[in-house]
């Protein structure tokens, strides 16, 4: 669950962005970097390895999100139209995200894994469920 809130701050910074809040996006991420850095204790050398590292696994999950989040958008957006077959699709896909999103980790786990300690590898989680709780705490009451 933590994994999906995290990953869900990443897309909505990067709509956010697509929208023209660049700025507020810019301003996520960043803040989001130098929670990992400080938190990790990654010295300047595993910065420079690490983080284009980790924010091409941002982009592939987010990308893996967003393709099923525009098929389940599409079918919606047919409401009554929708076929089964659609409703399905959407659904599958939609499951499916969570999946890949796993796969995706566990493959750049095994990257991280030849740039940091193994305590840093576990900081790194401890680390994106800190900031994730953090942006959660923080949202507007609504």
Do not use: C
Request: aromatic share 8%; no cysteine; hydrophobic share 45%.
């Amino acid at each position: 669950m933590k994994r999906y809130l995290l990953a869900l701050l990443v897309m909505v910074s990067l709509v956010a962005s697509a929208q023209g809040n660049k700025k507020w996006a810019q301003e996520m991420l960043d803040a989001k970097h130098k929670m990992l850095i400080e938190q990790v204790e990654l010295t300047d050398a595993q910065q420079k390895s690490f983080m284009p590292v980790y924010e091409e696994m941002e982009k592939e999950i987010y990308q893996t999100n967003r393709s099923a989040r525009l098929l389940a958008a599409s079918v919606a957006k047919k409401g009554a139209q929708a076929t089964e077959a659609e409703y399905q699709q959407a659904a599958e896909a939609l499951s499916n995200a969570k999946v890949h999103e796993g796969e995706i980790e566990a493959k750049y786990f095994a990257k991280f894994a030849k740039m940091l300690s193994k305590k840093q590898l576990f900081l790194l989680k401890q680390a994106e469920n800190n900031f994730t709780r953090t942006m959660l705490q923080k949202r507007p009451n609504k």
